[in-house]
């Protein structure tokens, strides 16, 4: 029998940028005030870790902040897994409820 797949593929539709991209930390805030990593970010989603549990299908708000210049992004959680056990991190995607423009300087709603 013959393996599913014969390499990789990247199903990606866009390229990611790591962290938060040029213009935000790669620390952010969930609403209502749980802090995360931003692991990688495009217009449509971001890969998002924490050291609180992540609940899919909850809807939620990312606030972005860098370079003195602050924005909030409305999503849906998805895909949420453990990522570490010690200490315990949890790794989610959170899809944007609208698309939003990333820019070579930064993201822009």
Same mark, same amino acid.
């Given at each position: 029998?013959?393996?599913?797949?014969?390499?990789?593929?990247?199903?990606?539709?866009?390229?990611?940028?790591? #962290?938060? =991209?040029? +213009?935000?930390?790669? %620390?952010?805030? *969930?609403?209502?005030?749980?802090?995360?990593? @931003?692991?990688? &970010?495009?217009?449509?989603?971001?890969?998002?870790?924490?050291?609180?549990?992540?609940?899919?299908?909850?809807?939620?708000?990312?606030?972005?902040? #860098?370079? =003195?210049? +602050?924005?909030?992004? %409305?999503?849906? *959680?998805?895909?949420?897994?453990?990522?570490? @056990?010690?200490? &315990?991190?949890?790794?989610?995607?959170?899809?944007?409820?609208?698309?939003?423009?990333?820019?070579?300087?930064?993201?822009?709603?």
């Amino acid at each position: 029998m013959e393996p599913l797949t014969t390499g990789s593929t990247d199903r990606r539709r866009e390229p990611r940028r790591r #962290g938060g =991209g040029s +213009r935000w930390h790669d %620390r952010a805030v *969930l609403r209502p005030g749980q802090s995360i990593i @931003l692991v990688n &970010i495009n217009s449509r989603a971001a890969l998002v870790e924490s050291d609180a549990r992540l609940r899919p299908g909850a809807q939620t708000e990312m606030q972005l902040a #860098g370079n =003195g210049a +602050r924005a909030s992004v %409305r999503g849906r *959680l998805d895909r949420c897994h453990v990522s570490a @056990l010690e200490p &315990i991190r949890y790794r989610g995607v959170l899809f944007f409820d609208e698309c939003m423009h990333l820019e070579d300087d930064g993201m822009t709603a």
